[in-house]
């Protein structure tokens, strides 16, 4: 990294617009920042890290926006720095307040980031600047990668702010080894470190499924063994080992048992089966016998039962011969039934039709019921002329009911019209009530607007003021305990010199030699030298007690500038907010706001208003027509109401005389027509009933004597041997079938086989059936356990020819995960093999930490005047913690190592100082590393005794020669003769200003 110029504007105690420039102010490579007390030095460097990386060094909170500056000039910072080889400009802008560019008042300024970077032409020395980036998040990554640090890495080896710089000297090795990672690029060690993890995790999981492929198989082949009486013992998957040789070794044996006990079996399924089929050919013989006794048996004892039905059979014959002799005679006695069950019905019809008529007409015959019939149709003719007046009266009446429901309608709209237009007034003058009352509030709202802001800043005053109120007090406690350490710093000065004084004479003697000539009164000879007190004070003493008193001095003028500062703050804040409690103000501003917000919700309500006001007028006109449109129709209605109840009265008088009590014309219409109908078919009812008489008569005859003829006496009885076609058949076949079944069962009993059998004793068929039910069983038996055994035999020889494929596959991933675990483990350093427990990256890291010890150590040893130097230590951290990444210092006065902490203020600056240079040394030379051409330093030198010092500033020095800038914040006196290119900074009441001197200049 190499700066070229720094524009501040507006930015810290900086009022106006100043720029640095690095270019000639580096050009011998060591610079110097001086001025006041809080005139800004310190903020020259803030805003370096703030164009760098939008925030300033360290955590606490910077005012970045220049109080002393006018309103109208923008907070801006702009850097142009070379960073990896690349020229870039960064400006950024923070979020502040600024004045509206039209109108009154302020509005915020968003915060802003933009990025050039310098382009080369062609032409050499020629270049032109294009934008890469507007967005903070690109320029920021930009930026962070270029440099490759963080903020906190930034300030900890290229900028070191006041009393930060021993930060990377005392970090712990975590953080030293982020930073030195970043600087070196060794983050592909560590990708190194994260890949082998991540194949040792593959490898595991691929291990850990064959394993489990494995031990699946043992599970598989110890539930398909069952009771299988092997030699090996059973394998166990706590030892890794063990799932490979010794469980290939077991499942073999089972194999082979299964194997011999399936041909075991095998011989007695065979044995079963011989057995088997002996018992089969006897019981097929003992069932053969029994079923030749069995059916000579059955054939002998149904030829006995069919005898026994010979009379059943002699009825049948007889019912078959009446049967066929009835069958002569059916349609006769079908006629004469036909003909009785024709008049029975005729005779039912007419009683039914003539039970609906009345007295006079319930005995008349057909030719007066026919007459009567007639005389209903003629009246029922005149009375069907007057339907179309009905129809009319149920029109009128429908008319007279829709005129009521619009007279009423009309009636209804003029009453509401007339209400509306009586409520009208009253809702006229709230509107302009309304209206009179927003315009109020509105002049209300812009006085109140008005008020609240200057209340606001009042709010913000006293915060401010209360703010620097609680410094001035902190401040005042600490000036106290300054003016007291003071004092006893002088009394322990003035004690030592006076006791120095009293015993100067003892000092003095203290240095006479023999012979040498007395500082004092000038002889050779000193018969009697004083002799020093007990505890007498050298000079050495008097020098440090000085040094203290000085110190305390400079501490106590310290806090009494701060206090003065506080106290001018605290002073102008009061002046602007007054003496009243900030909480007072706050609820003032509290109050203020709430009625600005009712002021401008009732002034809103203007619009609203005169809206509504327009609308009422409209709604006002629409309402008087309506009154007037009502009214109109009203009366029209009620003309056309008064003519149609007219008409209606006349036509009702007219259908009610016609209508004779029935409830309409046309229901009088249907009851005479109903009445005809009746009489007519009573009519026709009378005329069959005379008619079926003489028919059955003359069928009943002709019927009698056809029967006596056939030899039965009545009608009843041939209707009693009538058989139907279905029960002739049934009769039929009933005695075939016993003359055939006589015929079969001799035919059995005639046969030579049936009879040999029947001479024979009587089969003994069940015992023939258990004998072969138990060969059955063994068998059955025998076969299912030769099927178990067969198969398990096949699945042991199958699990394990699968089990020897599962262990091949074992084998060598094994052996891979425990290559690939032993190199994770031996360069993560959690491997017994590591004895540093060191990664591989913190083990790359020390090397160069190596490198820049003996670099810082060069620069070290001058400073120190030989005593110290740096060492790096790689013992192994307790507590599990990882080494090879931390720092020791020795003391060659006591020829022992001790820890960075243990330095003194002065001792830990020179340190700091030197391992940065060493770091910048190293980086720079390193491949792949990223140049730190520039370092910063704020303050230390003060803690330096005058031969340190110079120490140091010959180590500073010699940087010119090796091309690298370092700029120095200090109040020191000697650091401003011996730098030559300075940058004073001064204070004022109107803000700091920056002046660029050289010696000569000055």
Request: include cysteine.
């Given at each position: 990294m190499r700066l070229h110029s720094l524009t501040l504007q507006a930015f810290g105690p900086f009022a106006g617009t100043h720029t640095v420039d690095f270019a000639s102010l580096c050009t011998d490579g060591l610079f110097l920042l001086h001025g006041d007390t809080g005139a800004g030095k310190s903020t020259v460097f803030a805003a370096i890290c703030y164009a760098l990386y939008g925030k300033p060094p360290g955590d606490r909170d910077l005012l970045l926006r220049s109080d002393h500056a006018p309103a109208h000039l923008l907070t801006e910072v702009t850097l142009e720095v070379t960073l990896s080889g690349r020229r870039l400009e960064i400006t950024r802008t923070p979020q502040q307040t600024r004045p509206k560019t039209r109108g009154t008042g302020t509005t915020t300024q968003s915060a802003q980031t933009t990025l050039r970077e310098w382009k080369h032409d062609d032409t050499p020395g020629a270049g032109k600047w294009e934008a890469s980036s507007k967005s903070h998040q690109e320029a920021g990554d930009a930026i962070l990668t270029l440099l490759g640090m963080s903020r906190d890495q930034f300030c900890q080896v290229v900028l070191l702010p006041q009393n930060q710089f021993t930060q990377f000297l005392r970090a712990k090795a975590p953080e030293r080894r982020e930073l030195l990672g970043k600087l070196f690029r060794t983050g592909h060690f560590a990708y190194i470190d994260r890949w082998l993890l991540e194949r040792s995790r593959e490898a595991g999981k691929a291990l850990t499924a064959a394993r489990s492929e494995v031990t699946g198989l043992i599970e598989r082949i110890h539930q398909a063994a069952g009771d299988?009486?092997?030699?090996?013992?059973?394998?166990?998957?706590?030892?890794?080992?063990?799932?490979?040789?010794?469980?290939?070794?077991?499942?073999?044996?089972?194999?082979?048992?299964?194997?011999?006990?399936?041909?075991?079996?095998?011989?007695?399924?065979?044995?079963?089966?011989?057995?088997?089929?002996?018992?089969?050919?006897?019981?097929?013989?003992?069932?053969?016998?029994?079923?030749?006794?069995?059916?000579?048996?059955?054939?002998?004892?149904?030829?006995?039962?069919?005898?026994?039905?010979?009379?059943?059979?002699?009825?049948?014959?007889?019912?078959?011969?009446?049967?066929?002799?009835?069958?002569?005679?059916?349609?006769?006695?079908?006629?004469?039934?036909?003909?009785?069950?024709?008049?029975?019905?005729?005779?039912?019809?007419?009683?039914?039709?003539?039970?609906?008529?009345?007295?006079?007409?319930?005995?008349?015959?057909?030719?007066?019921?026919?007459?009567?019939?007639?005389?209903?149709?003629?009246?029922?003719?005149?009375?069907?002329?007057?339907?179309?007046?009905?129809?009319?009266?149920?029109?009128?009446?429908?008319?007279?009911?829709?005129?009521?429901?619009?007279?009423?309608?009309?009636?209804?709209?003029?009453?509401?019209?007339?209400?509306?237009?009586?409520?009208?007034?009253?809702?006229?003058?709230?509107?302009?009530?309304?209206?009179?009352?927003?315009?109020s509030a509105e002049g209300d709202s812009r006085h109140h607007a008005t008020t609240l802001e200057d209340v606001r800043r009042r709010v913000k005053a006293a915060e401010q003021r209360d703010t620097h109120l609680a410094a001035v007090t902190e401040a005042e406690q600490h000036l106290a305990t300054a003016r007291t350490v003071t004092a006893e710093a002088a009394t322990a000065h003035i004690d030592i010199r006076r006791q120095r004084t009293e015993g100067m004479a003892a000092e003095l003697a203290a240095s006479l030699e023999d012979e040498a000539p007395c500082p004092v009164c000038g002889s050779c000879t000193h018969p009697a030298p004083a002799a020093p007190h007990p505890g007498q004070p050298t000079r050495a003493d008097e020098q440090a007690a000085e040094a203290r008193h000085l110190k305390a001095q400079q501490d106590e003028q310290a806090v009494t500038t701060t206090l003065q500062q506080a106290r001018e703050q605290a002073a102008s804040a009061a002046g602007e907010a007054g003496d009243a409690p900030l909480a007072d103000i706050q609820a003032q501003c509290r109050t203020l706001e709430e009625e600005l917000t009712q002021a401008l919700k009732q002034a809103a309500d203007f619009g609203p208003a005169s809206e509504e006001l327009a609308a009422l007028e409209r709604e006002q006109a629409e309402m008087t027509r309506k009154d007037t449109t009502a009214g109109e129709q009203l009366s029209a209605r009620n003309a056309d109401y008064d003519h149609a109840a007219a008409r209606l009265k006349d036509l009702t008088t007219k259908l009610d005389a016609a209508r004779e009590g029935a409830p309409t014309v046309a229901a009088r219409v249907t009851e005479l027509t109903h009445s005809a109908d009746q009489l007519k078919t009573?009519?026709?009812?009378?005329?069959?009933?005379?008619?079926?008489?003489?028919?059955?008569?003359?069928?009943?005859?002709?019927?009698?004597?056809?029967?006596?003829?056939?030899?039965?006496?009545?009608?009843?009885?041939?209707?009693?041997?009538?058989?139907?076609?279905?029960?002739?058949?049934?009769?039929?076949?009933?005695?075939?079938?016993?003359?055939?079944?006589?015929?079969?069962?001799?035919?059995?009993?005639?046969?030579?086989?049936?009879?040999?059998a029947a001479a024979q004793p009587p089969a003994d068929l069940q015992a023939a059936v258990s004998l072969r039910e138990r060969a059955a069983e063994q068998h059955t038996q025998a076969v299912a356990a030769a099927a178990g055994s067969r198969t398990r035999s096949d699945s042991l020889t199958h699990l394990t020819t699968e089990l020897d494929t599962r262990i091949q596959r074992l084998e060598p991933l094994q052996d891979d995960y425990d290559t690939v675990h032993h190199l994770q483990e031996l360069i993560h350093g959690t491997s017994l093999s590591n004895n540093d427990r060191m990664e591989l990256e913190a083990y790359v890291l020390a090397a160069r930490l190596e490198q820049v010890v003996a670099a810082a150590n060069t620069r070290l040893t001058r400073m120190s005047d030989h005593r110290y130097t740096l060492s790096h230590s790689d013992h192994r951290a307790s507590r599990g913690g990882r080494s090879g990444l931390g720092l020791k210092i020795t003391d060659a006065w006591t020829g022992r190592d001790r820890d960075t902490d243990t330095l003194s203020g002065g001792e830990s600056f020179f340190a700091s100082l030197s391992l940065a240079l060493g770091l910048a040394d190293v980086v720079t030379h390193e491949a792949g590393g990223r140049a730190l051409d520039t370092l910063f330093i704020d303050e230390g030198f003060g803690t330096l005794d005058e031969d340190t010092l110079h120490h140091v500033l010959d180590v500073l020095d010699s940087l010119r020669d090796h091309d690298r800038t370092v700029g120095l914040i200090s109040h020191v006196p000697e650091l401003r003769r011996r730098i030559t290119h300075r940058l004073h900074v001064r204070k004022d009441t109107t803000g700091s200003t920056l002046h660029q001197l050289t010696a000569t200049a000055e």
């Amino acid at each position: 990294m190499r700066l070229h110029s720094l524009t501040l504007q507006a930015f810290g105690p900086f009022a106006g617009t100043h720029t640095v420039d690095f270019a000639s102010l580096c050009t011998d490579g060591l610079f110097l920042l001086h001025g006041d007390t809080g005139a800004g030095k310190s903020t020259v460097f803030a805003a370096i890290c703030y164009a760098l990386y939008g925030k300033p060094p360290g955590d606490r909170d910077l005012l970045l926006r220049s109080d002393h500056a006018p309103a109208h000039l923008l907070t801006e910072v702009t850097l142009e720095v070379t960073l990896s080889g690349r020229r870039l400009e960064i400006t950024r802008t923070p979020q502040q307040t600024r004045p509206k560019t039209r109108g009154t008042g302020t509005t915020t300024q968003s915060a802003q980031t933009t990025l050039r970077e310098w382009k080369h032409d062609d032409t050499p020395g020629a270049g032109k600047w294009e934008a890469s980036s507007k967005s903070h998040q690109e320029a920021g990554d930009a930026i962070l990668t270029l440099l490759g640090m963080s903020r906190d890495q930034f300030c900890q080896v290229v900028l070191l702010p006041q009393n930060q710089f021993t930060q990377f000297l005392r970090a712990k090795a975590p953080e030293r080894r982020e930073l030195l990672g970043k600087l070196f690029r060794t983050g592909h060690f560590a990708y190194i470190d994260r890949w082998l993890l991540e194949r040792s995790r593959e490898a595991g999981k691929a291990l850990t499924a064959a394993r489990s492929e494995v031990t699946g198989l043992i599970e598989r082949i110890h539930q398909a063994a069952g009771d299988l009486d092997h030699e090996h013992p059973a394998p166990t998957s706590d030892d890794a080992h063990s799932l490979t040789g010794p469980v290939r070794s077991w499942a073999t044996a089972l194999a082979q048992a299964a194997t011999g006990d399936l041909e075991g079996k095998t011989t007695q399924t065979a044995k079963t089966a011989t057995d088997l089929s002996i018992q089969q050919a006897l019981e097929l013989t003992v069932r053969t016998l029994h079923q030749q006794q069995s059916e000579h048996r059955s054939a002998q004892e149904q030829l006995e039962l069919l005898q026994q039905k010979a009379p059943r059979q002699q009825e049948l014959n007889d019912q078959l011969a009446q049967g066929r002799r009835a069958g002569k005679l059916a349609a006769v006695v079908h006629a004469a039934n036909t003909a009785i069950a024709e008049h029975d019905r005729a005779a039912r019809d007419e009683a039914g039709a003539r039970s609906p008529l009345t007295s006079g007409h319930a005995a008349a015959t057909a030719d007066q019921l026919t007459a009567a019939e007639r005389q209903l149709r003629a009246q029922a003719a005149v009375a069907e002329e007057l339907l179309p007046e009905e129809a009319t009266v149920q029109q009128l009446a429908a008319d007279l009911e829709h005129l009521d429901a619009e007279r009423v309608e009309s009636a209804t709209e003029q009453r509401e019209a007339r209400t509306w237009l009586e409520q009208a007034p009253a809702r006229r003058t709230a509107l302009t009530g309304r209206m009179d009352a927003a315009r109020s509030a509105e002049g209300d709202s812009r006085h109140h607007a008005t008020t609240l802001e200057d209340v606001r800043r009042r709010v913000k005053a006293a915060e401010q003021r209360d703010t620097h109120l609680a410094a001035v007090t902190e401040a005042e406690q600490h000036l106290a305990t300054a003016r007291t350490v003071t004092a006893e710093a002088a009394t322990a000065h003035i004690d030592i010199r006076r006791q120095r004084t009293e015993g100067m004479a003892a000092e003095l003697a203290a240095s006479l030699e023999d012979e040498a000539p007395c500082p004092v009164c000038g002889s050779c000879t000193h018969p009697a030298p004083a002799a020093p007190h007990p505890g007498q004070p050298t000079r050495a003493d008097e020098q440090a007690a000085e040094a203290r008193h000085l110190k305390a001095q400079q501490d106590e003028q310290a806090v009494t500038t701060t206090l003065q500062q506080a106290r001018e703050q605290a002073a102008s804040a009061a002046g602007e907010a007054g003496d009243a409690p900030l909480a007072d103000i706050q609820a003032q501003c509290r109050t203020l706001e709430e009625e600005l917000t009712q002021a401008l919700k009732q002034a809103a309500d203007f619009g609203p208003a005169s809206e509504e006001l327009a609308a009422l007028e409209r709604e006002q006109a629409e309402m008087t027509r309506k009154d007037t449109t009502a009214g109109e129709q009203l009366s029209a209605r009620n003309a056309d109401y008064d003519h149609a109840a007219a008409r209606l009265k006349d036509l009702t008088t007219k259908l009610d005389a016609a209508r004779e009590g029935a409830p309409t014309v046309a229901a009088r219409v249907t009851e005479l027509t109903h009445s005809a109908d009746q009489l007519k078919t009573a009519s026709e009812a009378a005329a069959t009933t005379t008619r079926t008489v003489l028919e059955r008569d003359e069928r009943i005859t002709h019927a009698t004597t056809a029967a006596q003829a056939q030899g039965f006496d009545t009608l009843q009885a041939v209707e009693q041997a009538l058989l139907d076609d279905d029960a002739m058949h049934t009769v039929e076949g009933e005695i075939k079938q016993w003359s055939h079944q006589c015929a079969a069962h001799t035919a059995v009993l005639e046969r030579p086989e049936l009879v040999q059998a029947a001479a024979q004793p009587p089969a003994d068929l069940q015992a023939a059936v258990s004998l072969r039910e138990r060969a059955a069983e063994q068998h059955t038996q025998a076969v299912a356990a030769a099927a178990g055994s067969r198969t398990r035999s096949d699945s042991l020889t199958h699990l394990t020819t699968e089990l020897d494929t599962r262990i091949q596959r074992l084998e060598p991933l094994q052996d891979d995960y425990d290559t690939v675990h032993h190199l994770q483990e031996l360069i993560h350093g959690t491997s017994l093999s590591n004895n540093d427990r060191m990664e591989l990256e913190a083990y790359v890291l020390a090397a160069r930490l190596e490198q820049v010890v003996a670099a810082a150590n060069t620069r070290l040893t001058r400073m120190s005047d030989h005593r110290y130097t740096l060492s790096h230590s790689d013992h192994r951290a307790s507590r599990g913690g990882r080494s090879g990444l931390g720092l020791k210092i020795t003391d060659a006065w006591t020829g022992r190592d001790r820890d960075t902490d243990t330095l003194s203020g002065g001792e830990s600056f020179f340190a700091s100082l030197s391992l940065a240079l060493g770091l910048a040394d190293v980086v720079t030379h390193e491949a792949g590393g990223r140049a730190l051409d520039t370092l910063f330093i704020d303050e230390g030198f003060g803690t330096l005794d005058e031969d340190t010092l110079h120490h140091v500033l010959d180590v500073l020095d010699s940087l010119r020669d090796h091309d690298r800038t370092v700029g120095l914040i200090s109040h020191v006196p000697e650091l401003r003769r011996r730098i030559t290119h300075r940058l004073h900074v001064r204070k004022d009441t109107t803000g700091s200003t920056l002046h660029q001197l050289t010696a000569t200049a000055e």
